[in-house]
């Protein structure tokens, strides 16, 4: 079994009270940027890889998709998505991202939020990605930025007042394992360059089509406390990409 930390209780019980998973997309300060990088989804079948709650998954349908299968290995995540976003057209899947296969042209779009940090072989996702979607097909996803990922503690630098002085980067090119700390438990994540995931998508056929580093909107900013201090450096780092018609050699 791939590491699962949501299907362990008290783990879960930390994430549900996340605002993102509390109000959904409204709930995620990324959520404004990924919206605008997405394709249009009238007619389209689409595939989300760690789908969560489902949040994704009902946004693709409810504007115009026609079939959407949701990926997530956690039991306690798929549970809650056939509670709260369990609608016709919505398929769940348990799985491991990387374990999960499908026919190859079976999507016009893949969407991901905030998973592929957490699986070690990215190059094997663009991979297999590539050959399930149809030419002229969307690939966008979030993924924690590099910056924030490179050292495994994931915390401010802090002044001898107990200020935020600021956000240490080291071993940036050691791509790799972080044993880092999320929600007061122990979370393996895999650190990777930007030009890691730059090349891996051109390697497999990718045309880059977009790239944001979000920051969160005035909205979010004025509502949640500390929000100023993710303007400091960049948390997530969201990339929208098209299938040509052949991978490079």
């Known amino acids: 079994m791939k590491q699962n930390a949501y299907d362990e209780q008290p783990f879960f019980e930390q994430y549900q009270q996340m605002n993102r998973s509390i109000n959904g997309l409204a709930g995620a300060g990324e959520w404004p940027a990924l919206k605008k990088m ?3 989804f009238e007619g389209k079948t689409v595939l989300d890889l760690g789908c969560g709650f489902g949040w994704h998954c009902r946004y693709a349908l409810e504007n115009g998709a ?4 949701g990926v997530d290995l956690s039991e306690n995540m798929l549970r809650k998505a056939k509670a709260i976003n369990d609608l016709p057209g919505i398929t769940y899947i348990r799985s491991a991202v ?13 969407i991901s939020s905030l998973t592929f940090h957490y699986v070690p072989n990215m ?3 663009c991979a297999n990605i590539s050959r399930w979607l149809r030419p002229g097909g969307s690939f966008v996803f979030s993924v924690e930025h590099p910056v924030f990922t490179a050292m495994a ?3 401010w630098a802090y002044d001898d007042t107990g200020a ?12 790799g394992k972080r044993e880092t700390h999320f929600l007061q438990h122990n979370v393996v994540k895999y650190h990777r360059t930007l030009s890691t995931y730059f090349a891996a998508l051109l390697a497999h ?3 880059i089509k977009g790239v944001i580093e979000p920051q969160p909107s005035e909205e979010m900013l004025a509502q949640v406390a500390d929000m100023a201090d993710e303007c400091r450096r960049p948390m997530m780092l969201i990339i929208s990409a098209e299938k040509t018609a052949r991978p490079l050699p």
């Open 38 to 40: 997405l394709p249009s």
């Open 66 to 69: 026609e079939a959407v299968t």
């Open 98 to 110: 990387e374990d999960i296969t499908f026919p190859e042209q079976a999507f016009d779009c893949v």
């Open 123 to 125: 190059d094997l996702l």
């Open 153 to 155: 503690e994931q915390d």
């Open 164 to 175: 935020k002085a600021h956000w240490p980067v080291d071993h940036y090119f050691e791509e």
């Open 205 to 207: 056929g990718f045309a």
